[in-house]
Structure formats: C-alpha cells, structure tokens
C-alpha cells in the first residue's frame, strides 16, 4: 500500500523515522514514500491533507482536527524546558513590549506558548534557520528559537531572555508540547491502528539503535556535529515520544484548550 510519510529534516524528527525510512524493520505491506519541508511548511499543507502522516506542530493542530487525528508515537514534549526567546543584548521580560521579535510560524506551537506567557508581542515572521543570525546581525532584538538553534545561541554570544518549557512547567507543572505525528482521519481504522504500532516501533527501534539513528539525522546537513545531535535528539527522543501517557495527554490538551483524542500505538 502506497502510504507517504511527511516530515521535517529536524533532527528528532528524522531520528525516529530512521527505522522506517532505512528498513530496519517489517513495513507489513506499506510502501513508505518520504517527504521532508519545514515544519510551517508542512503546518499549511496538511490543511488540504495531501498525505497520509504528517509532522505538524500541535498548535495547527486546532485547524486541522476535522482532517487528521494525532498519533500517540511521535512527539515531541519535553519536561521543564523548550522553545527559548533569545535577544541581542541581555534584556528583561517587560522590554520585550518595545521590540519586534522573530518568530517561526504563526502555526507553531513555539509561538503558541510565546502568546501564552506574554500576549500581544509584536511579531515578524523569519524562517527558523535564520532567526539567530537575524538577531545576531541586529535585525531584530529578541527571536524566538525552535529546534537545534535552541543549543546553540550562547556560543553566538546571544542572550537568554526566557526558556518556555521552564515558564509552562512552572505555571502548569506539566511538560510543553511542540509537535507530533498526525494520521488523515479519513484512513480505515485497521490502517491507522496498524501504522500507529510500527511508528511506536519505529520511535522504540530509533533510541535502541542511538548512534545509527543519529548518522541518519546528521545526513540531512544541519550544520550540527554528533556530539549536539546526539544531545539533542536524546532530549527530545524521550519516553513521552514512544507514548505521550496521562501528563503528556494533559499538557497538550491544556495548550490547545481542547479534548484531543489519540490514535493508539
């Protein structure tokens, strides 16, 4: 069965499909096609539901839920830190009403939980990759950074403003959800049920085989050596990715203000 999976070359996310994509393991009669954009990108297509798995951020997720259901494998939440928004010059919360800070996408859940902690920041949209240089080169003050730049904006002498999943964990006490795997809803329920135990397989298979699964996220050029893949994929590759349980549940449902319900791994 012709089946495509969308996703974005995102170290955690390349990470967990690597099982999949590379053929470590029984497909039980899919024919995998894989598709790799951005996650904004990936975020507006999955409107009109051109594939059958997509990677989305939960905060699109609202638009979409008449389209696609969420799979309990494949997430990403991680406890007690995330998205952080990063300045030029060291800068207090309260200075960030007189700046403009870049963003990532409207549709993100980076920018979700940004309007959660402090709503009514002007914004402007910049592609994630280049939000640090932006803020570096002094186009912007303050950005907001997703993915591996998350590791990496000290060593460019850049300024942590507030980290988001510190913020949400401290308000809430539940961990802060970015993104996940979502299934076209209008898929036979054997379909969906059977593709949602392989991507838990595939998530559990991905941390067994950790160093091959890293080389797989390291060929998609990120600029990123082992060593900080390694560290990042193992924080954001966790337990809640295999299955997001009651907490994880919770901590989505909360972000979104809405019931979601589960496609079972």
């Not at 309990?72 to 309260?94: C, H, W």
């Not at 963003?103 to 940004?114: C, N, Q, V």
């Amino acid at each position: 069965m012709p089946f495509t999976i969308a996703h974005s070359p995102d170290s955690d996310d390349a990470y967990m499909m690597a099982p999949l994509a590379l053929g470590w393991m029984d497909t039980e009669g899919f024919d995998f096609r894989f598709v790799r954009k951005d996650i904004e990108t990936l975020n507006a297509e999955a409107l009109g539901a051109p594939y059958e798995v997509t990677a989305i951020s939960f905060g699109a997720y609202p638009e979409l839920a008449g389209t696609y259901q969420l799979l309990t494998a494949g997430s990403s939440i991680q406890e007690g830190t995330g998205p952080v928004v990063i300045s030029r010059k060291p800068m207090a919360p309260a200075e960030l009403a007189g700046v403009t800070v870049a963003i990532p996408g409207l549709r993100t859940s980076a920018y979700l939980a940004l309007r959660r902690w402090m709503p009514g920041l002007k914004v402007e949209l910049v592609p994630f990759d280049r939000i640090m240089e932006s803020v570096e080169e002094g186009r912007y003050e303050a950005g907001l950074l997703i993915h591996e730049s998350q590791l990496m904006f000290r060593d460019r002498g850049l300024h942590l403003v507030e980290d988001l999943g510190a913020w949400w964990k401290a308000d809430c006490g539940l961990p802060l959800p970015m993104g996940g795997n979502a299934i076209r809803r209008d898929l036979p329920e054997e379909i969906k049920t059977r593709f949602a135990s392989l991507m838990r397989r595939s998530v559990e298979l991905a941390r067994e085989r950790h160093d091959e699964s890293v080389a797989y996220s390291q060929s998609f050029g990120r600029g990123m050596d082992t060593e900080m893949i390694g560290r990042y994929v193992r924080a954001w590759v966790n337990d809640f990715t295999v299955d997001p349980g009651p907490r994880g549940r919770a901590a989505v449902d909360r972000l979104l203000g809405m019931t979601v319900q589960w496609v079972q791994g």
